[in-house]
């Protein structure tokens, strides 16, 4: 372990974050060690509302957003920690052992932050962690440096460490997921809704050789119904896994044939909650 004196100065910044509780806990409880407030980012900062662990996160670029959409699309996934801190006594060992020099701001030594850290529910991979950069990033030789401090740091703790470029965004699930995600809300499900779980089914299949975006059309009509009604309903749906479709087919030309009945099992169980 690094002399406290005479091998760094800690920033009294780092000292306020802890005391904030930043870079603690899990699911709703934790706290990001860098927020959108914090820096000036490359590319346009993001709030959005995780689902999954109910609390709002902070992504400091669009690449940051289209990783964090797929993970946590990922039914797998169980907890996404952004911006996380490693340990600053570690790091600066690493960037010893290294011979790297250790990140930092001015004369102090700078926290390495990990963009996520995943928990998932697989036996086999209980935990992975992401560093999001844009490809012409990895010609940088210091950001290289870096990725190295964090790649030891996770490795002495055995859990996977992976580089997310553009490159890894595939375009038309993202673009579906996109479309998706808004979909999803806290609260349950509306029973509305469900009771029409129903009258969606034999809808779909009387008109299987439909696009989606065509038979909702159709509905609202017939049913003197908002529009865009239908299409909001189903899409909500499908969104909570209700139905599915293969992501990689663009929603635009989605097929009404191509929607699949979610979960058998998992349906019952949730019109029979309902009925409760």
């Known amino acids: 372990m690094p002399d406290s004196k005479d091998s760094y100065k800690t920033n009294l910044k780092i000292q306020k974050w802890k005391k904030e509780g930043r870079g603690q806990g899990f699911g709703p409880n934790y706290k990001p060690w860098i927020t959108i407030r914090d820096v000036s980012s490359d590319g346009r900062s993001h709030r959005i509302y995780g689902h999954k662990s109910q609390r709002t996160y902070h992504l400091l670029s669009d690449l940051e957003l289209a990783a964090f959409l797929l993970l946590e699309w990922n039914p797998s996934t169980t907890d996404i920690r952004e911006q996380y801190p490693l340990d600053l006594d570690q790091t600066i060992e690493i960037a010893k052992e290294a011979q790297i020099p250790h990140p930092k701001i001015r004369q102090n030594y700078h926290i390495v932050t990990s963009d996520f850290v995943v928990d998932t529910d697989k036996v086999e991979t209980p935990r992975f962690v992401v560093q999001v950069k844009y490809s012409n990033a990895l010609n940088d030789s210091r950001t290289i440096e870096k990725l190295e401090i964090e790649r030891r740091y996770w490795a002495k703790q055995n859990i996977p460490f992976y580089i997310f470029t553009e490159h890894q965004v595939p375009k038309v699930i993202y673009e579906n997921i996109m ?3 808004p979909a999803l809300k806290q ?5 509305d809704i469900l009771e029409r779980l129903d009258f969606y089914v034999d809808i779909f299949q009387r008109y299987k050789a439909k696009k989606i975006i065509d038979i909702t059309k159709i509905i609202d009509t017939q049913y003197e119904l908002e529009i865009g009604q239908s299409l909001r309903e189903v899409r909500e749906l499908i ?6 479709f293969d992501l990689n087919i663009p929603f635009r030309s989605l097929l009404v044939e191509q929607i699949k009945l979610g979960k058998r099992d998992f349906w019952n169980e949730v019109l029979h909650a309902a009925n409760q």
């Open 187 to 191: 609260e349950e499900i509306s029973i």
């Open 239 to 244: 969104a909570l896994r209700y139905f599915n």
């Open 179 to 181: 479309w998706l995600y």
